[in-house]
């Protein structure tokens, strides 16, 4: 038999490297950055149009390269950054495996401009799918300019794979923010479709979380900073009580790295101990430099995650670091979890007036967030046209049956046969049918009701909305900001209305009827939260991510007291909806037993 096996040829060898490197534009915009990081560069500019699909572009004032380096940089495994495999265990910089702008070049349009200091004239090359198209001298200013236009053109597969530009973006928006928050030194422009989303001057650490996150972070900040042999941690944790439900801002760094790392994150969870509420996240922003030859990043081709090699010292330390700066900084004696609701909100209208007061510990055991002071605020809106003549059937019958039964055996408590509906626990509604008994689950039968208002009012775009008297501001980070931008026109079909936007701000007219005003921080960050986390598949649309967002931040929960009334409404509600059985989640909102299945349970 003769010889089948043959080296693949180069343009496709990058093309399956790629695949590896290259998952999505946020990709490629991780790996631009690090190389103008290693250029030395002191101002990167990142520019963006629909969400990286059409462009990136990363221009840089570092060092650049010469005309033979600008032509070599794109061949596989051609780097600066090491010469030998022991370098791999020292490095200093963000590159060395010598394979992304080979990767990007195979699946995109690729235009390089680059020029050293001491040279007259820059190079301009362009590539398309891995073959260069040309190379010209050029005028140019110091630095490198890397545009990539078109990604996953020749792989449509890639390309058809791509989230909604919301998606997209936000993947970017994360990857500048961890680079950024590595490097306050370097300054840092961020455009998307000619705007302008961040601009980031050089500081220090905490101005730079501060200008990535929006002025309200500044007061969250507790400093961390600790020194020995082994490790270096600075950084700072947010103050318990602004810890978030979500996961959210939580960042390591090492050694000017961003990683992820559970075990490390579990050492912080663990060091704010009792001072976090069940179910939320502390955020905090920590800088950990070791030793370049006590730690393996070699082991992910992104390069965000690596391994220690003393990880329990860390840990300990880790640990131990943060509950001093804790317990330090006095935070403990501010946390007052009977503040109102709305603990890490970013508002300052409607202020508590307690912040003259003496602080003082006073935690609930039964503190929960997400329940509502006022039971007046419970709305079950409007109700909806009744198409449920199977469920009314069971009902109406009940009386009857009731009727027969009960006559003689509960003479007495006639009122009882009157009731339909009655609480179990402040979490369970049941309810009698004609076949025996409904128990519903408050909480996710509420969630079905609101979903399906909310779907309908925000693709029918026929919103019921209220103006406020005084319309409301409230800060987000530009990055936040930008994402209510983009979401404005589903928004307002939901029944918002908006005033003003600033690059740190919304200034809100007008909110959904189902709203309440006191709410309007939560279900709004709660929605960026979700559309953040979102793995939507192809037919994913915000409206229903958005629906299901303001269901279940809008919906009662376990523990809420409801009236008869209210209980009722929920029931009718409920059995009105197109889809009454599950929750929008996906969870049975109601169980029936019937008669014989009770009296099964009495072996009758
Ligand atoms: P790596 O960063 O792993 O070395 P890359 O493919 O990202 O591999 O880059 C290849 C080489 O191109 C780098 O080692 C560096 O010498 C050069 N290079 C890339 N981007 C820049 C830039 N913005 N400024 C100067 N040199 C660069
Ligand atoms: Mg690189």
């Known amino acids: 038999m003769s010889d089948i096996i043959q080296l693949l040829p180069d343009h496709v060898a990058n093309q399956i490297a790629a695949g590896e490197v290259v998952q999505r534009p946020a990709s490629v915009v991780k790996e631009l950055l690090e190389n103008a990081i290693d250029a030395g560069a002191e101002s990167i500019k990142l520019l963006l149009k629909d969400a990286g699909k059409t462009l990136i572009q990363v221009i840089d004032d570092g060092k650049g390269m010469s005309a033979t380096d600008a032509r070599m940089s794109f061949e596989r495994h051609a780097t600066s950054k090491i010469q030998k495999a022991e370098d791999l265990f020292n490095l200093c910089t963000k590159g060395f495996r010598g394979e992304a702008l080979a990767s990007i070049a195979a699946i995109a349009h690729v235009e390089l401009k680059t020029k050293e200091e001491h040279q007259e004239l820059g190079t301009c090359i362009k590539i398309e799918g891995s073959k260069v198209i040309s190379q010209d001298f050029i005028n140019s200013a110091k630095g490198t300019s890397l545009a990539v236009k078109n990604l996953f053109y020749n792989i449509p597969a890639r390309r058809n794979f791509l989230k909604s530009d919301t998606v997209e973006t936000r993947h970017i928006v994360d990857e500048f923010q961890r680079v950024a928050l590595a490097h306050p030194n370097i300054s840092f422009l961020l455009h998307h479709n000619n705007n302008e989303v961040y601009h980031l001057r050089t500081g220090n650490l905490r101005q730079r979380i501060v200008a990535v ?110 509950k001093h700066s804790l317990g330090q900084y006095n935070v403990a004696p501010v946390l007052d979890f009977n503040r109102d609701s709305e603990l890490d909100t970013p508002y300052h209208y409607n202020k508590n007036t307690n912040s003259g007061t003496t602080p003082k510990i006073t935690v609930d055991p039964d503190f929960n967030p997400f329940k509502e002071a006022k039971q007046k605020e419970i709305s079950f809106p409007y109700r909806r046209e009744q198409n449920t003549q199977s469920w009314e059937s069971l ?36 309810s009698l049918i004609k076949s025996g008994v409904v128990l519903i689950n408050q909480s996710l ?86 559309i953040n986390l979102e793995v939507p598949d192809k037919s994913f649309s915000h409206f229903d991510v958005m629906a299901k967002s303001f269901a279940k931040t809008l919906s009662i929960k376990t523990g809420t007291q409801l009236s008869e009334k209210e209980q009722e409404s929920l029931v009718n509600n409920l059995f009105s909806c197109k889809d009454p059985n599950i929750s929008p989640f996906g969870k049975p909102t109601f169980k029936t037993f019937t008669l014989s299945e009770i009296d099964n349970l009495f072996n009758l």
């Open 213 to 322: 996150f929006g002025s309200k972070m500044n007061e969250k900040l507790v400093p961390i900073k600790e020194q020995t042999d082994i490790l270096t941690i600075e950084g700072f944790v947010a103050k318990p009580e602004f810890s978030k439900r979500k996961r959210g801002e939580q960042f390591f760094f090492v050694n000017d790295r961003f990683i992820k790392s559970s075990y490390l994150n579990h050492a912080v969870v663990n060091a704010f101990d009792s001072l976090l509420e069940q179910g939320t996240h502390p955020s905090y922003f920590l800088y950990l430099t070791v030793p370049a030859n006590t730690i393996d990043i070699n082991i992910h081709p992104t390069k965000t995650e690596i391994k220690f090699d003393n990880e329990k010292a860390l840990y300990a330390m880790l640990r131990a670091t943060v």
């Open 395 to 430: 009902y109406t019958s009940v009386a009857i049956a009731d009727g027969q039964k009960q006559e003689e055996l509960f003479e007495s408590e006639k009122e009882i046969k009157t009731q339909k509906t009655f609480q179990i626990q402040r979490k369970y509604v049941m």
């Open 445 to 530: 039968a509420h969630q079905r009701v609101l979903y399906e208002e909310f779907l309908e009012s925000i693709t029918v775009k026929e919103a019921n909305s209220q103006q406020l008297l005084f319309p409301v501001k409230i800060s987000f980070s530009s990055q936040e900001i930008e994402m209510i931008y983009t979401i404005k026109s589903e928004l307002e079909n939901a029944g918002f209305s908006f005033d003003v936007f600033t690059k740190e701000s919304v200034t809100i007219k007008g909110i959904p009827v189902s709203v309440t005003e006191s709410k309007i921080t939560i279900i709004l960050e709660e929605l960026l939260n979700d």
